[in-house]
């Protein structure tokens, strides 16, 4: 009897030496797999706020995430989101430090490299936007995002065979891209090549009569060409279809302080200003207004 309670005895100690055993290797293993858990939880949570434009509470919670595990491979997607929040924010340099945060983990990651670069052009370091566009089509001589705005930035240095050069190249992979033929029309005005600019803008039109932007070019071109009385039915003709449009107020007050109607002109800068144009880039407009 005493042997049989002893073997029962042994065989309680030893299941529960097994038991605690078990119970450390979970106490052991459950904080990992909280810690996984948490950390994607946290970044969908985190995408859920930034599709409802939460962009704060999408902020918090990316930081929180990245905090939890600063080492994970998918911490390019979670920086590239946060910078995506903190560009939404108007936190330019915040968003530009995590977008190169999220392209050390991804350092070819074409997105990351776009998203980079056109924070660099908000910011005017046109330079390093021209590097991340070089870059991008290092990796996809296709793209057609990289080629649109690294021809811009050849615009502005006034680099105009280097410009045609890829907007040619977009041309043919994207015959009816909007903003190319819209760039290629800019590009041939540059030039001096007024008739090649209107004849990309005349076709433009016909086949989108209701676009505000493509009289505001056509009439930037016919002023420039001295036609003025067209320049100005066309900014009638923007200014009908969108009557906020700064732009089209801006060309017009130009178009009628070139004709000394400078109450016109007052006017229409004072419009263009109420739209959004900083007053004290007119400020010599408005002086000779006087």
């Keep these: 009897m005493k042997n049989i309670l002893s073997k029962d005895k042994m065989k309680v100690t030893a299941f529960s030496f097994f038991l605690k055993g078990v119970i450390l290797l979970l106490l052991f293993l459950f904080p990992f797999t909280l810690h996984a858990q948490t950390y994607q939880q946290l970044s969908e949570r985190a995408i859920e706020y930034i599709e409802k434009d939460s ?56 997105p990351i490299l776009l998203d980079r670069a056109a924070i660099y052009l908000e910011m005017g370091k046109t330079d390093r936007a021209y590097t991340d566009y070089c870059q991008v089509l290092d990796e996809d001589k296709k793209n057609k995002e990289a080629l649109l705005m690294r021809a811009y930035i050849y615009v502005l240095r006034r680099d105009y065979p280097a410009a045609r050069l890829d907007y040619n190249r977009l041309m043919e992979l994207d015959p009816l891209s909007y903003s190319g033929r819209l760039g290629l029309a800019t590009l041939e005005q540059k030039e001096g090549k007024f008739k090649e600019a209107l004849d990309i803008l005349n076709k433009m039109i016909v086949e989108a009569p209701n676009d505000a932007t493509l009289y505001i070019a056509r009439a930037d071109v016919e002023h420039e060409m001295g036609h003025d009385d067209l320049a100005l039915v066309d900014l009638d003709e923007a200014i009908r279809l969108d009557a906020s449009s700064a732009d089209a107020y801006l060309l017009r007050g130009s178009i009628y302080l070139v004709q000394k109607k400078k109450s016109l002109a007052k006017s229409n800068f004072e419009k263009a200003i109420s739209f959004g144009v900083p007053r004290s880039d007119l400020h010599e407009q408005l002086q000779q207004c006087r």
């Design 55 to 110: 962009l704060h509470q999408a902020k918090d919670l990316l930081v929180q995430a990245l905090k939890l595990d600063p080492k994970n491979e998918k911490n390019a997607m979670l920086f590239s989101n946060l910078g995506l929040v903190q560009r939404r924010l108007g936190e330019f340099d915040k968003a530009l430090e995590s977008y190169t945060f999220a392209l050390n983990f991804a350092p070819l990651s074409v």
